[in-house]
């Protein structure tokens, strides 16, 4: 079983009650709240965290250099092949869940305001149409990672994983090398003066009241952040180690804590663990160092990394959710629906508020009758009906068709995805 994450929220706060024995919560020592960005209250957050998470901050300093410090072609001496493979079989096992676990974490890696940022800084993914070719190109790589023998040079999976390496690099560089003022207001949408198509935002405010709501001790405290390790005005590096590690967070985390939830009620502890092996070795490809990779140790270990991920650091920002954060997690919804149709950002996030056991009552009332429908069949599918195996069989076949499907899609076929529009955008910007 799964660490217990509201357990791991009360064990790691610093409480004091008063002389009365009032409750304790009251009294959070207020060193821990991060308001004041100086480096004295920074050292006190780091003291709060678990030390697990502590020795991640170290990876905000960390470049990418031009070799990653990693090399590709050299295999790690603690990689184990025949456990890969075992990894790359439940991933094929249990791809439809996996897929659906993997789109709802980009909620959370979303949350990351910079990273946010540097996604809409590349304008690859700011729109319904961009965001489908941006993410089934992902799903495309990371298929090949699952299907193919990637530490061998001659498999495809091996030379998605040097476009990917260079991609991050040449983003990396560009940023860390250019003036910040000269790129920092393309960091957002809605403060941005030149951007004039509209913004998708229709429930942040509605959100963020909800998760102000939150029974999460950490929830306003902000404890857990990218920002953290950084005194104020110092300049952060982009696309770090820390960020590469936090990205395997969102390939694994919900899968290792909740498989029951994604389709893989059968899966073995074994199996799992198999699967995070996978995973390590992926991102020691990709260029993280060892002593960063979100996936060392065993199974319990990453388990509990991810409780603390979530505790320290999601919920947390999910207090802080912007109109940018809303934008383009629609965005990268709706562009997902475009090959694997009812798919909708409402009843998809539902779902992962569940999952958290956030209770959102806000979002409830504004759900269509066939938003509410959907989440609930969701919940029908995953919890249940993939325990029949040919019922999971024939799931995971849809989803790979629909990929399929979607990489054959004629010029006729593209034109018409672009061209369709939406209520956010303005009139004189539709595409």
């Known amino acids: 079983m799964p660490p217990n994450i509201e357990a791991v929220d009360q064990t790691r706060i610093n409480i004091e009650t008063d002389e009365n024995g009032n409750d304790p919560v009251t009294n959070v020592k207020t060193a821990i709240i991060t308001n004041d960005n100086s480096h004295d209250k920074d050292k006190l957050d780091r003291d709060d965290l678990p030390q697990d998470l502590k020795e991640y901050l170290g990876a905000l300093d960390e470049h990418l250099p031009n070799d990653y410090m990693v090399p590709i072609d050299i295999k790690p001496t603690w990689l184990n092949i025949e456990k890969c493979k075992q990894g790359q079989k439940f991933a094929q096992q249990y791809y439809f869940g996996l897929n659906y676990a993997e789109m709802i974490s980009l909620y959370l890696l979303f949350l990351d305001h910079e990273n946010l940022g540097v996604l809409i800084y590349t304008q690859k993914s700011h729109t319904p149409y961009k965001a489908f070719q941006r993410y089934l190109s992902t799903v495309l790589r990371v298929k090949s990672w699952f299907d193919t023998e990637f530490w061998n040079p001659n498999e495809l999976g091996y030379?998605?994983?040097?476009i990917v390496r260079a991609m991050h690099l040449n983003v990396s560089k560009k940023l860390n090398e250019t003036n910040p003022a000269e790129f920092q207001a393309e960091f957002s949408l809605s403060d941005n003066p030149k951007y004039h198509d509209g913004v998708w935002c229709p429930l942040t405010s509605d959100l963020k009241e909800d998760f102000s709501r939150m029974k999460c001790p950490m929830a306003r405290r902000g404890i857990w952040s990218s920002q953290n390790g950084k005194s104020s005005g110092e300049r952060r590096i982009f696309i770090n180690q820390f960020n590469m590690s936090m990205t395997q967070f969102g390939f694994v985390g919900l899968m290792?804590?909740?498989?029951?939830?994604?389709?893989?009620?059968?899966?073995?502890?074994e199996e799992l663990e198999a699967f995070a092996h996978l995973w390590k070795a992926i991102g020691y490809y990709l260029g993280i160092k060892d002593k960063y990779n979100f996936c060392k140790g065993d199974l319990k270990e990453i388990q509990q990394r991810c409780s603390n991920v979530l505790a320290y650091w999601i919920k947390p920002n999910l207090t802080d959710i912007t109109q940018d954060w809303e934008h383009m997690s629609r965005c990268m919804t709706e562009g997902v629906s475009y090959y694997v149709p009812g798919v909708n950002f409402e009843s998809?996030?539902?779902?992962?508020?569940?999952?958290?056991?956030?209770?959102?009552?806000?979002?409830?009332?504004?759900?269509?009758?066939?938003?509410s429908w959907t989440f609930y069949t969701n919940k029908l599918v995953m919890c249940y009906l993939t325990k029949v195996p040919f019922i999971l069989d024939f799931l995971n076949w849809t989803v790979r068709v629909a990929i399929k499907k979607a990489t054959k899609n004629d010029a006729d076929k593209l034109a018409k995805l672009q061209k369709k529009t939406y209520s956010f955008q303005n009139e004189s910007s539709r595409l």
């Not at 030379?159 to 040097?162: A, F, H, V």
């Open 159 to 162: 030379k998605n994983l040097k």
């Open 256 to 269: 290792l804590l909740y498989p029951d939830k994604f389709g893989a009620c059968n899966a073995t502890d």
């Open 348 to 371: 998809s996030f539902k779902y992962l508020c569940w999952i958290l056991d956030i209770e959102t009552p806000k979002l409830d009332s504004k759900m269509t009758v066939v938003q």
